[in-house]
């Protein structure tokens, strides 16, 4: 009777047994099928920094989601994997993707502590924690983490599993995979290593926040520290190596803040311009070798060119302080933009003083008024309408009926009125009745249409005051309405990327610059001559002891708040502002002369010392002839021509058409 007892209690522990086994391996079962697909391994591309070059292939910036540089194991210091394994995986060797002993162990700690304290994981475990599951902490992940580890174990060899758990784990400040730390904390590469240094890299998996040494430097050493006693323990490395690399300082090289460089605000413009790109929006920190137009040696020489005469401007606003107050409210700024004179590249897109300081873009945000730069677009488009500079205005005084029943009263700069005078001594002087008078005969709305072919897309209003640069526009705007001038009558798009390369060298985008007919090549040139006149007989002066060929136009607005100069030489489109940003006056007298040209002048020596000498255009059917710029009587370049107070220049004008016989 007791033994058909025992027997059927042994049968019935037997099958709750196999119930329980079965259970078990059909949630093994039910896991496995749940798990990602293993062999996509092969097929894995890390998320990798991506690169913004200028338009000599210097590096300007780097930026990403995850700080990453993939490299081969031959590119990893033997010290680092080392220390590594022997801190993470001493066993990595050997095991097959699970360490039975480390799981005992871990499980045992976990109890005694009454939650998740130790890991016990192996360097796969990581890896497939890592790549393929979330960062919870619970028996569930711990299964499949294993089963994982199992399969990556049998498709992939050792090295293959090494080089990317060194690729791919997290070492703390944003960087990810052992370059990466290499570059961040030391500023050399992963085979470049000391003991020292490869400890203290080795120690980081353990806690990265707690223990990298841009957080922690005296808990740094220690783990350090702690990882070369393990390496001395384990035979990794000998006494001597050990006590020499102790002595190691953590030092830590901190690298560029690109926010500082020069380059700031234009690196700030490119990431936008992917950002908003639906083809780039999603990946376009991944990877990606973007190679921009910009001219470092020129964007710098334009940092330091605002610095040095913003300065200046600051000592005079503290020394005409109101009320005897030398201390300044607000702080003088200044946006500078650059194009190529060809294809509308951007050369030069300063947005401000300092980009740590306000990231607020000027160069392309902000919109203030040209003043007087915004005379070139009136008379470019009567010139359009075939006037010629030598055409007669008047400089008188004058009011005007506005449509609300009041008179605006046009008073130029200077208060005086010179009479009659040409179109190129009205401009070189930027004498405001004349503008008006201009605007007056060709009308306001043409001036608007001629605006737009120049690529100007800011509201514009057919009112008196247009002529005199009332409307709000960006600095970017304003100057590439001057590139026809330059180029032939042909306007162009202005662009800041090249072309963008993915990962492997493929090619996503390549720029095709946008170009459209804006004007004449004639007229164009005879624009160009008429704006040479500013430099050389008017407001812009100060810059013709650059000797070079260079044309523009200063501008100024009311009670002084902005300053600018707008111009050009054959190669490069300037456009400089300055003014505070709360639109308050910068001072009585402080002009686009005196403000803005000073730092358009350094840049554009900067520019004229680059190559050689190149020469604006003079095209057929034109002329240089002299002309009285009072009367606008022409003289022949052959004729004696009898120079009296220094009213007789040489300009360009059209040729009369030849008849046919």
């Not at 300065?311 to 030398?326: A, I, V």
């Not at 005007?400 to 200077?414: A, P």
């Not at 812009?540 to 100069?565: C, M, P, R, V, W």
């Not at 006056?585 to 000498?613: H, N, Q, R, V």
Request: charged letters at 25%.
């Amino acid at each position: 009777m007791q033994s058909v007892f025992f027997h059927k209690s042994i049968l019935l522990i037997s099958f709750f047994l196999a119930c329980i086994l079965g259970l078990f391996a059909g949630f093994l079962w039910a896991l496995s099928h749940d798990l990602p697909e293993i062999n996509r391994l092969k097929q894995f591309r890390p998320m990798e920094v991506s690169t913004i070059f200028d338009s000599r292939g210097q590096v300007l910036d780097k930026f990403f989601i995850e700080k990453r540089f993939p490299v081969s194991m031959e590119c990893i210091s033997p010290l680092l994997i080392e220390a590594l394994i022997t801190t993470e995986d001493r066993s990595f060797y050997s095991h097959v993707g699970i360490n039975p002993k480390a799981i005992v162990r871990a499980i045992v700690q976990d109890i005694v502590h009454g939650h998740f304290k130790q890991g016990g994981s192996t360097l796969t475990q990581q890896l497939a924690k890592t790549l393929f599951l979330s960062p919870e902490k619970s028996i569930i992940r711990k299964i499949k983490e294993a089963l994982l580890s199992l399969q990556i174990e049998r498709r992939y060899t050792k090295e293959e599993i090494l080089e990317l758990y060194l690729n791919q784990i997290y070492l703390g400040s944003a960087s990810y995979g052992v370059e990466a730390a290499a570059r961040t904390y030391f500023q050399t590469r992963a085979n470049h290593l000391t003991l020292g240094q490869a400890a203290l890299i080795a120690g980081l998996p353990k806690a990265p926040s707690r223990y990298s040494p841009l957080a922690n430097h005296r808990l740094a050493k220690i783990r350090r520290d702690t990882v070369l006693r393990q390496m001395l323990e384990t035979g990794k490395i000998t006494r001597q190596d050990y006590e020499k690399a102790l002595t190691e300082p953590v030092l830590i090289k901190k690298g560029t803040n690109h926010d500082k460089e020069p380059s700031a605000f234009f690196t700030a413009y490119i990431k936008k311009l992917l950002e908003e790109d639906p083809r780039f929006a999603k990946n376009y920190s991944n990877g990606l070798r973007i190679y921009t137009t910009l001219d470092s040696d020129l964007s710098r020489t334009a940092a330091d060119a605002m610095e040095k005469h913003l300065t200046e401007l600051e000592n005079r606003m503290k020394s005409k302080g109101t009320g005897g107050n030398k201390k300044l409210e607000v702080t003088p700024e200044s946006a500078v933009v650059g194009l190529d004179a060809q294809d509308g590249a951007v050369r030069i897109l300063a947005g401000g003083r300092d980009f740590t300081k306000s990231p607020f873009n000027r160069a392309i945000q902000a919109k203030r008024q040209p003043g007087s730069a915004f005379k070139s677009i009136v008379y470019a488009a009567a010139i359009t309408k075939g006037y010629s500079q030598t055409c007669i205005l008047e400089d008188s005084p004058l009011s005007l009926t506005l449509e609300n029943g009041k008179t605006w009263q046009v008073n130029n700069f200077s208060v005086s009125h010179d009479g009659m005078m040409t179109m190129r001594r009205a401009l070189a002087l930027s004498k405001n009745t004349t503008a008006v008078r201009l605007q007056n005969e060709i009308t306001p709305q043409a001036i608007i249409d001629f605006s737009r072919k120049l690529g100007i897309t800011s509201w514009l209003a057919p009112y008196p005051s247009l002529a005199l640069g009332s409307f709000e526009l960006s600095l970017m705007e304003i100057t590439r309405a001057y590139i026809p001038f330059v180029n032939q009558g042909i306007g162009a798009t202005p662009f800041a990327i090249r072309e963008i390369r993915d990962q492997d060298g493929h090619i996503l985008f390549s720029v095709s610059p946008k170009k459209t007919k804006v004007m004449s090549r004639q007229d164009a040139a005879i624009v160009t001559d008429m704006l040479k006149a500013v430099i050389f007989e008017g407001t812009g002066k100060k810059a013709a002891h650059l000797s070079q060929e260079i044309a523009g136009k200063t501008g100024t607005t009311n009670n002084y708040k902005d300053a600018l100069f707008v111009g050009y030489s054959p190669g490069l489109v300037l456009g400089v502002w300055v003014g505070n940003d709360d639109a308050s006056s910068l001072g009585k007298y402080e002009t686009g002369s005196k403000a803005a040209l000073p730092i358009w002048i350094d840049i554009m020596e900067k520019e004229l010392a680059k190559g050689k000498i190149q020469y604006f255009d003079i095209p057929d059917q034109t002329k240089m002839v002299y002309i009285d710029d009072r009367s606008g009587e022409i003289f022949n370049l052959d004729q004696n021509i009898q120079y009296h107070n220094g009213h007789i220049v040489k300009a360009l004008v059209r040729s009369p058409r030849k008849s046919i016989p």
